[in-house]
């Protein structure tokens, strides 16, 4: 069974990629009904790598269960999507109530706003996420609980996409010599 989102985000696509790929944006886009905690020995890194395997925490108090997160970046080939990004998550449940679903296929699509830049000029994001669920004869249950934490994912989504802008460090002349920084502004 599939569980679908499609919005459109405040926020530039290049943002939202860099946010699909952070391990803190997961994280907040769960709280407060779920809490990732890493169970690598180094913790979360900056930004996913492969794999990283995770426990799951419920309300902030009791384990779920246990989940490997497997991340492949892919293209689309559609000629029409060229700009579109897709990160998929083939990882599944490993531990607890979550290995009753042991494969996940979760890709989550990042594309430019197709409608164009907002009244303000400023480009939006247009997000497309697919779970489809397979636990055996648990799938309806598994998909009803994925669905409404959908639901909120999306919400959450929504509220947090405007705070991901990234505006590269602009260095002024007098930032550069505070810095130590002697060499001529036209040489830099």
């Not at 569980?3 to 405040?10: A, F, N």
């Not at 706003?113 to 480009?123: M, N, Q, T, V, W």
């Amino acid at each position: 069974m599939r569980v679908l989102l499609k919005l459109t985000l405040d926020c530039d696509p290049d943002a939202a990629w860099r946010a699909l790929q952070s391990p803190t944006a997961f994280r907040e886009v769960a709280l407060p009904w779920l809490d990732f905690r890493s169970d690598e020995p180094g913790g979360f890194p900056t930004r996913w790598g492969s794999e990283h395997r995770v426990r799951v925490k419920a309300l902030g108090a009791f384990t779920v269960g246990t989940q490997a997160i497997r991340l492949d970046t892919l293209r689309s080939t559609d000629p029409r999507e060229r700009a579109t990004r897709i990160l998929h998550d083939s990882g599944g449940g490993t531990g607890g109530m979550l290995s009753a679903i042991p494969r996940l296929d979760h890709r989550m699509a990042i594309a430019p706003d197709p409608a164009g830049p907002d009244e303000h000029g400023r480009l939006r994001t247009l997000y497309r996420d697919q779970l489809i669920v397979r636990a055996g004869a648990l799938t309806p249950v598994a998909w009803y609980a994925f669905w409404l934490f959908w639901q909120w994912r999306g919400l959450r989504l929504r509220q947090l996409a405007p705070t991901w802008a990234y505006d590269p460090e602009v260095r002024t002349p007098a930032d550069a010599e505070a810095a130590g920084d002697t060499t001529k502004p036209e040489d830099r």
